[in-house]
């Protein structure tokens, strides 16, 4: 299975397995790695679930849709570049090893 | 004491009870007692991608066996509670297995159960409720089958049905007894916006008519409305609402007022027992002398959290803006506040783009605001109520001007509100 590295709000660091089609947002939080919330279960709605996906790596993800980044435009850490509402990024064998950093503050 | 808090319900509200518990350092029992035999599971996807065959039922699961493990959440799966007692000090569950549970606080997460359509024929085959995975896993079998499916109900979990079932190429129609779509929740325009995508997508959308009977002999093979109108259908959805579980509640001895009375922390009339998500009611926000139930995710969670405080005798701190989300096919909807109670509401946009947006105002203040295809503007109102602001309603008609540049603090004395 694809492994997935979070770097939590605390610092520290969880390398987590996931199953292929399930999202990044999904494994996070059946898995309880601390600060991603991801209250609207993927619906794209709430914005709780930002990770900023490593820089070698966002090709591999692609970037924010357009509604996607409308809703990161006011998500508690400001967005960058490579931000992601990781609900959006779906877990293949292709994304193994992807490291993401969570953001610090999530409502 | 025994150490040990029980929870009955294992769905959002009831997992969110257990694991809020862990949160907050309690070190004893947690027990989740539910009558579903799943994990703890979500709910919004059953009428949307799951109903659609595109989300597998593992991701429904709300957290993995192996999480709810490590937090030692006891799991007591596919069994009701048939007897509860509880005095000051505690209390006892008897469960439909015989064996008896001892517990020194209570949460009920008991949910609500879908309504039956109050008409002849309600019980044919192809007559489907939606609320439980197994009712969804029914539903999603009829729909392989069916040609022609009719809605019954023009609310949230009836339009996602009606979404789903059409982008599978069904004839649908939807009927609905208000003269519009999302009466109960929603002002004019905004159901008007509604009811124009589904009709955009080839969905019959019928306002005003009500069902008088269903038809067909073995199953059901038609509608028969108030006008004696017969439509034909081989798969009927009933999207009419639901009704709060309250059934333990009244045994214990609880406030029950269709839902079990809580305040918006989960505490119900008795110290040791708290009750949290949609078998509730709470005190209306704008109206604290009526009491009103909230069906969403962001209750589910919010009450639960601070539920699990309560039974701790920690401070449950205060609850955040209420808001809601229903994604039905492209059409995203995404709702701040409480509308219910307004006296007023601007419109922003004429929905030609997709977006639309409705804000609602009470004594001229903003309340909640109804979002069609717009995050930002989603955003910009729940900020504002988050921080007790509001937007002046002459400005925000403007959809040149982005409605967060209009968040202001409110000027008027806050007992107007």
Not at chain 2, 66 to 71: R, V
Not at chain 2, 166 to 180: H, I, L, N, S, Y
Not at chain 2, 228 to 257: F, K, M, N, Q, Y
Request: hydrophobic share 45%.
């Amino acid at each position: 299975m694809p492994t997935i590295e979070f770097t939590c709000p605390d610092g520290s660091c969880r390398t987590v397995e996931a199953r292929p089609g399930a999202s990044v947002m999904e494994t996070a939080v059946k898995l309880g790695v601390p600060g991603i919330v991801g209250e609207c279960g993927g619906g794209l709605s709430c914005a709780t679930c930002h990770v900023f996906v490593d820089v070698d790596q966002i090709d591999l993800t692609g970037r924010a849709t357009d509604f996607e980044e409308e809703m990161l435009e006011d998500a508690v850490t400001p967005p960058t570049e490579l931000s992601r509402l990781s609900c959006q990024v779906t877990m293949t064998d292709a994304l193994d090893g992807l490291r993401v950093t969570i953001a610090k503050e999530q409502q | 004491m025994t150490g040990c808090i029980a929870v009955v319900g294992a769905g959002q509200a009831g997992l969110q009870v257990a694991l809020g518990l862990r949160a907050l350092g309690y070190d004893g029992r947690v027990v989740l007692v539910g009558a579903e035999p799943e994990l703890p599971y979500q709910r919004p996807p059953l009428s949307k991608g799951f109903l659609a065959g595109t989300v597998p039922v593992e991701e429904l699961e709300l957290r993995d066996a192996s999480y709810l493990g490590e937090q030692r959440i006891e799991l007591v799966l596919g069994r009701s509670v048939v007897e509860a007692s509880v005095g000051d000090s505690g209390g006892e569950l008897r469960l439909d297995d015989g064996t008896t549970l001892a517990f020194d606080g209570l949460a009920l997460a008991t949910g609500a159960n879908a309504r039956r359509l109050p008409v002849p024929g309600a019980d044919l085959p192809g007559v489907l409720g939606l609320r439980s995975v197994a009712d969804a896993e029914r539903l999603r079998a009829g729909l392989a089958d069916a040609s022609d499916v009719v809605v019954v109900g023009g609310g949230f979990v009836g339009l996602e049905v009606a979404a789903t079932a059409r982008a599978q190429g069904k004839r649908v129609t939807v009927v609905e007894a208000a003269d519009r779509l999302l009466a109960r929740v929603a002002a004019a325009p905004f159901s008007a916006h509604v009811r124009a995508w589904h009709e955009a997508q080839g969905t019959t959308v019928l306002t005003g008519r009500t069902v008088a009977a269903l038809a067909g002999s073995g199953r059901v093979g038609g509608v028969v409305l108030g006008d004696g109108h017969l439509l034909p259908a081989d798969l009927v959805v009933a999207g009419v609402g639901a009704a709060p579980v309250t059934d333990l509640a009244t045994a214990l001895g609880l406030r029950v007022e269709h839902g079990i009375v809580t305040d918006p922390s989960g505490r119900t009339s008795h110290p040791r027992v708290v009750a949290v998500g949609d078998c509730t009611v709470q005190p209306h926000p704008h109206d604290p002398g009526r009491l009103l139930g909230v069906e969403s995710v962001n209750n589910a969670v919010e009450q639960a959290s601070a539920a699990a405080a309560v039974l701790l005798g920690l401070d449950p701190g205060p609850r955040g803006v209420p808001w809601f989300w229903s994604n039905q096919g492209e059409l995203k909807l995404q709702l701040a506040g409480i509308s219910d109670g307004h006296d007023t509401h601007v419109v922003r946009g004429d929905g030609q783009d997709g977006r639309l947006t409705v804000l609602y105002y009470r004594a001229g203040r903003l309340v909640a605001a109804d979002v069609a295809g717009n995050p930002r503007d989603f955003n910009a109102v729940k900020d504002a109520l988050a921080r007790g602001c509001t937007i002046d309603p002459d400005a925000a008609v403007d959809t040149a001007v982005p409605l967060k540049t209009l968040v202001s603090a409110v000027r008027e004395p806050a007992s107007l509100a």
